[in-house]
């Protein structure tokens, strides 16, 4: 039953995804422009992720930091009042819409649009063999931590959470999240941490 759920859970993801891509395209157009207009540097931040066992796949965002921030500053390291964030990134980061781009990944069948957030891989060197089982799944867009605090959450409570879903995974299980990150998105809640990864 679990591996039905799954093959639906990707078929979803595809089809939603796609319809997605579509009816955001102008927004996706107006953001492109608002941050090469705005600031120097590329529309797009592109980086090095961990998936689903252990894969490294390369993760699109819209670009909210100056260009090369992570070479200035608290490096890969940032904080909600820091001064690296453009003025556009501010409210692409409030807003959530930097993560569009991710549609694009969902479709590449590098990520589903519900699932562990991916990280970075010096963050998985270090994961014991209990933390590993969060990498069991594709990563996601949302997940059961993102509802539950996001990044005011500890990395440990964040991947408790992570695995909770990975072995209590069901369509109803993602249908609540969804609902759930509506509400996140809608108020903000938990964009910053103390000390979060950047981007």
Do not use: C
Request: charged share 25%; net charge positive.
């Amino acid at each position: 039953m679990r591996e039905i759920q799954i093959m639906i859970k990707h078929g979803l993801d595809k089809l939603i995804a796609f319809i997605l891509l579509i009816a955001v395209s102008p927004v996706f157009l107006i953001i492109a422009l608002g941050i090469k207009l705005t600031s120097k540097g590329p529309i797009f931040f592109i980086q090095d992720r961990v998936g689903k066992n252990g894969k490294d796949f390369k993760i699109y965002k819209f670009r909210t930091m100056v260009q090369n921030a992570e070479h200035i500053g608290s490096g890969i390291y940032t904080e909600e009042n820091d001064p690296r964030i453009t003025k556009i990134g501010r409210f692409l980061r409030k807003t959530s819409l930097d993560e569009l781009p991710q549609l694009i990944n969902i479709l590449k069948g590098d990520m589903s649009i519900i699932g562990p957030r991916p990280t970075l891989r010096y963050q998985v060197d270090k994961y014991n063999e209990y933390q590993m089982g969060r990498l069991k799944m594709r990563p996601g867009v949302t997940g059961l931590a993102q509802v539950n605090g996001r990044n005011s959450l500890p990395w440990s409570k964040r991947i408790e959470y992570d695995i909770e879903y990975v072995n209590n995974y069901s369509l109803w299980l993602d249908l609540k999240i969804m609902i759930k990150t509506v509400k996140v998105v809608l108020t903000a809640e938990g964009v910053y941490g103390e000390r979060d990864e950047m981007m």
